[in-house]
Every structure is written in C-alpha cells, then in structure tokens.
Nanobody, 126 residues
Framework: QVQLVESGGGLVQAGGSLSVSCAVSGRTFSSNPMGWFRQAPGKEREFVAAISWSGRNTYYADSVKGRFTISRDNAKNTVYLQMNSLKPEDTAVYYC???????????????????WGQGTQVTVSS
C-alpha cells in the first residue's frame, strides 16, 4: 500500500522560513513526478510546486515563485518544499502528491496525481 506522509509543518512568523517533507513508502517513486498543493480554510485546493522524477524540471505557482523551492532525494524516496519569506496568505494545509506515470515531466493539476498525503498544517502569523 502506497503511503505519503508529510512532516515539518508548524507555526512561523511572517518573513520566516519553514521546510516540509513528504516521505513515500510502499513503492519506489524515484521515477515519478511529485507535487505540492495547499488548501486554506474556505478555499479550494491549489497547486504550489511540482518536480519531475529526475529533478531537472520544476514548476511553481506565481504566488510562491522566488520564495519556495521544491526538491527531491530519490534515494530517500522523499520530496521537500523549502518555504522562505512566508506570508500570512501562505497559511494552509500542505499536501504532497505523486503520479503513477514515469514521464520526466511536471503536473500542475490535481487530477494528474494518483496518491496523496494526509497534509500538514502551515500557519504564518502576521
């Protein structure tokens, strides 16, 4: 059974930094695209960042470009999201996702992903 487990969320002041991780178990995802989404209260889930299996291709939502960095360690079956210069509007539950396809590409829409984590809360205080 495939499991994605996020960790590293928490409370941080505006302007601060936080890193969240997503560990995949149950199968190897070293050849699969992965992504991060977030959902704030009362809002729909939105795309944040994506990375291809090789790590050569990354893509970011305009709202986080230049502040967030997605990376992966295929040997550890883990994907990371480093968040800098955090803003109160970044407050949300952050979800990682993995796609079954083995194309070396990125996906920005939720239906492209087949497996999801349970989410980790990130709260940015003003």
């Amino acid at each position: 059974q495939v499991q994605l487990v996020e960790s590293g969320g928490g409370l941080v002041q505006a302007g601060g930094s936080l890193s969240v991780s997503c560990a995949v178990s149950g199968r190897t995802f070293s050849s699969n695209p992965m992504g991060w989404f977030r959902q704030a209260p009362g809002k729909e889930r939105e795309f944040v960042a994506a990375i291809s299996w090789s790590g050569r291709n990354t893509y970011y939502a305009d709202s986080v470009k230049g502040r967030f960095t997605i990376s992966r360690d295929n040997a550890k079956n883990t994907v990371y999201l480093q968040m800098n210069s955090l803003k109160p509007e970044d407050t949300a539950v952050y979800y990682c996702a993995a796609a079954k396809t083995r194309l070396d590409t990125v996906f920005t829409i939720a239906p492209a992903y087949d497996y999801w984590g349970q989410g980790t809360q990130v709260t940015v205080s003003s």
